[in-house]
């Protein structure tokens, strides 16, 4: 991503967490979270429905008020005033093209929901249910085809996904699940992945994705966590995954860092030796 895209979706960030804030205490502002997400996921509903809109909205011939102007008219009285100022503020930004206003209103509407969740006390535990789901559906081809078959109806592979999880997991799990099988950009595990990412965001840490051969305790996970949040600077999140391709030792996937202390890593270091 370059540093300009980082620029305009952190003030758009910076726009929906003012206008989560606003809410008085604790209650009012889960329930604000709750509405701003609905309410923005029906926005971007309505723009993949309309190119026509889509296209209003990012046209660099039109003055940024009247663009502005444009989403109030169209949505003022049918959303929140906190979601239409949300759309409003992303149409005055400069984006590449209308695909890229769309997908960051529904980062929008995905962190409203992460905030909903965090407000109810459930934000890590929806955090691990993603990463779980997510990996879940890579695991089992069957699965993955079947939430990824865009010959069938998004309901139905929606509906699918309300199958597996409903009353097993967090509200926001089973939203955000659900608006995922759409996969706007990427497959529908790395759409979980991203919201995983957006979750850690919320608490200012980053996901460490850990890779073993046999589960490791509470205690060799605290201190893995502990050496990873002081080599990052910041609090790590560890998601530790047994993996049958790790003979021993752990792979561990910090950001784009890679650290590799498996003994499949080290066979083949031998063998580049000796070749």
Do not use: C
Not at 79 to 104: F, I, K, Q, Y
Not at 105 to 113: F, M, S, Y
Not at 213 to 225: F, G, N, T, V, Y
Not at 249 to 273: P, Y
């Amino acid at each position: 991503m370059s540093i300009g895209s980082e620029a305009r979706l952190s003030a758009l960030d910076f726009v929906l967490d003012e206008q989560v804030r606003t809410s008085p205490g604790a209650s009012a502002a889960q329930s604000s979270a709750e509405n701003i997400a609905a309410d923005l996921f029906g926005v971007v509903d309505v723009l993949d429905s309309s190119g026509a809109l889509r296209r209003a909205l990012v046209d660099p011939g039109t003055p940024d008020e009247a663009r502005v102007g444009l989403v109030h008219g169209v949505l003022d009285g049918k959303v929140s005033a906190a979601a239409a100022n949300v759309v409003a503020e992303a149409a005055r930004v400069r984006w590449p093209g209308p695909g890229t206003l769309v997908a960051a209103i529904e980062r929008q509407a995905v962190r409203a929901e992460l905030l909903r969740a965090n407000a109810n006390n459930q934000l890590e535990e929806t955090e691990d249910e993603l990463f779980r789901f997510a990996r879940l559906v890579q695991s089992n081809p069957g699965l993955r085809d079947a939430l990824s078959d865009r010959a069938v109806p998004l309901e139905h592979r929606r509906q699918l996904v309300d199958d597996l999880l409903a009353g097993k997991a967090t509200e926001a799990t089973l939203t955000l699940a659900k608006r995922g099988v759409a996969a706007r950009a990427r497959t529908f595990d790395h759409t979980l992945e991203g919201y995983v990412t957006l979750a850690a965001e919320q608490k200012n840490r980053i996901i460490a994705t850990v890779r073993v051969a046999k589960p490791l305790d509470s205690e060799r996970i605290e201190r893995l966590q502990s050496a990873l949040s002081r080599q990052a600077g910041r609090p790590v999140f560890v998601q530790v995954i047994v993996d049958e391709h790790v003979l021993g030792g752990v792979r561990v996937e910090l950001g784009d860092e890679v650290i590799e202390g498996t003994v499949a890593a080290k066979l083949e270091s031998a063998r580049r030796l000796f070749s």
